[in-house]
């Protein structure tokens, strides 16, 4: 798998930084698992479809630890469930290709979960059309059936509907 570099890590400044968090302990293997993703994502990004590529993004890689031998799963955002459905059904070529070119993957999971940041997400709720008043007569005959049901529970909740569409 070919090492993806930013291009804000080539810079006469970062390199100082760069070369000290690649040498830290703790740090360097971070630095690694970070290069790796950045690098995995750049190529999840450039075999998914032009139009596929803005409404997915790369979560990372689980590998359950408690269970040495389970397949690395690569997990994939999508932003909506349209997305993801698209996404569902490339996964076996997709899975093929990354594995074509050494990406150490053995499953994909797509996740639907929006992103607030993208904007088009703060729609206001429809508005209700208001609904016409149960008529008089209705009201009157569920009046009626009320007085001729027993105490129970039935004629609790009918008492309760006559009391309502009266109150309107």
Request: glycine letters at 6%.
């Amino acid at each position: 798998m070919r090492m993806f570099t930013h291009h804000a890590l080539k810079t006469p400044a970062a390199r100082p930084l760069n070369d000290w968090l690649a040498k830290a302990g703790p740090v360097s293997s971070l630095m690694q698992t970070a290069r790796e993703l950045a690098s995995l994502e750049a190529e999840v990004m450039a075999l998914l479809p032009p139009a596929m590529r803005a409404g997915v993004a790369v979560a990372g890689v689980r590998q359950d630890a408690r269970s040495p031998g389970q397949p690395n799963t690569l997990v994939l955002l999508a932003a909506h469930g349209a997305a993801a459905a698209r996404v569902r059904q490339i996964v076996p070529s997709l899975l093929a290709r990354l594995q074509q070119r050494g990406a150490r993957i053995d499953a994909v999971r797509v996740r639907v979960q929006p992103d607030p940041a993208r904007g088009g997400w703060e729609v206001e709720p429809a508005p209700r059309k208001p609904r016409a008043p149960t008529p008089a007569i209705a009201v009157d005959s569920m009046a009626a059936l009320e007085q001729s049901l027993p105490d129970s529970p039935l004629r609790d909740a009918v008492r309760a509907l006559v009391e309502r569409h009266r109150g309107r």
